[in-house]
Each structure stands twice: as C-alpha cells, then as structure tokens.
C-alpha cells in the first residue's frame, strides 16, 4: 500500500508562491504517472497537473503558464510550484497516481489564497 504525504500548503497573498511537496512510500514511484489534484469546498476533486515517467507534463488551462509540476524519482517525491496565486486556487491539494488513484488518499495540504 503507497503512502502519499503532501506538505508545503499555507495562506499566501494573491500573486504569491507556494511550492508543494509529496512524499510516497514505495519502489515502483517513478514507474507511474502522477498527478496533482485538488479540491476546493463544495465542489469535486479535479486534476490540475500530471507528469509522466519521461517528465512530460499536462496543466488544466486554469494552472496552465502558472504551475510547475515536477518529479524527483529519486526521492520518491512530486513537487508543484505554484506562481500567480490567485483566490480561485483555495482549495485542499492532493496528490496521487494518474489516471487511477490509488485508493488511499493522502491528507492533503491546504491551499488558502486571499488578501
């Protein structure tokens, strides 16, 4: 069973930056395409990044230019630098395998946008 830990979420102005971390337990990380998703109150879990085992990426067009996902399989652990922070990005962020999650969710790291 993977063990997904997110980390690095905050309140942060509009305009500003925050970089995520997660750390998964487990040999097979870098085999996987993962993911960045993230849920905001009231509304359905929605992927925002995914990069491949190549380290191709794909952005929603509401992250796209402000975004950065990217993959240390090393040290079993997916990043997002996220730039241009905008309230509309609140939200709780997880991360997880692409296209389909592993069942155990992490907790999450939340993600608070406001001035």
């Known amino acids: 069973q993977v063990q997904l830990v997110e980390s690095g979420g905050g309140l942060v102005q509009p305009g500003g930056s925050l970089r995520l971390s997660c750390a998964a337990s487990?040999?097979?990380?870098?085999?996987?395409?993962m993911g960045w998703y993230r849920q905001a109150p009231g509304k359905q879990r929605e992927l925002v990044a995914r990069?491949?085992?190549?380290?191709?990426?794909t952005y929603a067009d509401s992250v796209k230019g402000r975004f950065t996902i990217s993959r240390d399989n090393a040290k079993n652990t997916l990043y997002l630098q996220m730039n241009s922070l905008k309230p509309e990005d609140t939200a709780i962020y997880y991360c997880?395998?692409?296209?389909?999650?592993?069942?155990?969710w992490g907790q999450g790291t939340q993600v608070t946008v406001s001035s």
């Open positions: 990069i491949d085992s190549f380290a191709t990426t």
């Open positions: 997880n395998k692409y296209p389909t999650p592993w069942p155990s």
């Open positions: 487990g040999s097979v990380f870098g085999i996987y395409v």
